[in-house]
């Protein structure tokens, strides 16, 4: 079992080009979600989604979009990358409620913008 | 509005020994859960322990336990016993009733166990 799988593992992007970020999960969990990690800044979330056809906003969700077509899939995109989106990204995913469902991570893509 | 707050950016801890990081939080909701992460250098997110908002015992986990004072919002997590390889990034997140599932996460402590 593969878990979440996230690609690519590390890019290297120049500022005002498109980037997606791929993020499937195969636990068949409702819940998935877009994290960036900055030094200092622990873990901040971008967008998340309840179940397919569903997103919402999270905390710093300008400059990327996301999308929900199916439960497996979840990418997140940049359409035109900044300077500031160097980051490294977490794809998680999890089951709805508030009781004992953690959150389980993919294993993260580095990404930078030069 | 969520917030999780850890204000130990690093800790050293001697191996064998237990150590104690600190973890408060702020929110409204009446029912919230309390999860500690563990990060190593080699960057996965690994899940550590669980306290809910409504349990009476303290979470543990064999080596790990989480001191929750409910009064105090505070989920300090427990060490025990410090192995080399507990050497980490360590983040507490918090996810409420009303936020959605969203997980709210602290700044982190990274944490250094001397041999």
């Known amino acids: 079992i593969a878990g979440i799988t996230q690609a690519p593992t590390s890019q290297i992007l120049a500022a005002g080009r498109r980037m997606t970020l791929r993020c499937t999960q195969d636990?068949?969990?409702?819940?998935m979600y877009w994290y960036r990690q900055d030094l200092g800044l622990g873990l901040r979330l971008i967008h998340y989604?309840?179940?397919?056809?569903?997103?919402g906003k999270g905390e710093v969700p300008d400059g990327y979009s996301v999308s929900r077509a199916n439960t497996d899939d979840f990418p997140l995109t940049l359409a035109s990358a900044v300077p500031s989106q160097t980051s490294v990204y977490f794809c998680?995913?999890?089951?709805?409620?508030?009781?004992?469902?953690?959150?389980?991570f993919g294993p993260g893509t580095r990404l930078t913008v030069l | 509005a969520q917030k999780i707050t850890q204000t130990q950016p690093g800790m050293f801890v001697q191996e064998k020994e237990a150590v104690t990081l600190d973890c408060t939080y702020d929110?409204?909701?009446?029912?919230?859960?309390l999860f500690w992460y563990k990060q190593p250098s080699s960057g996965e997110m690994i899940f550590l322990i669980y306290q809910g908002s409504y349990d009476q015992q303290n979470a543990t986990e064999g080596r790990y336990s989480l001191n929750f004072q409910k009064a105090r919002k505070s989920a300090n997590l427990v060490i025990s016993a410090s192995q080399l390889g507990d050497s980490a990034m360590y983040f507490c997140a918090m996810r409420g009733t009303n936020t959605g599932n969203q997980f709210y996460f602290g700044t982190g402590t990274s944490l250094t166990v001397i041999p």
């Open positions: 998680a995913s999890g089951e709805l409620g508030t009781g004992y469902n953690e959150q389980f």
């Open positions: 929110t409204s909701d009446p029912s919230y859960g």
């Open positions: 636990m068949r969990h409702n819940a």
């Open positions: 989604s309840n179940t397919a056809g569903t997103t």
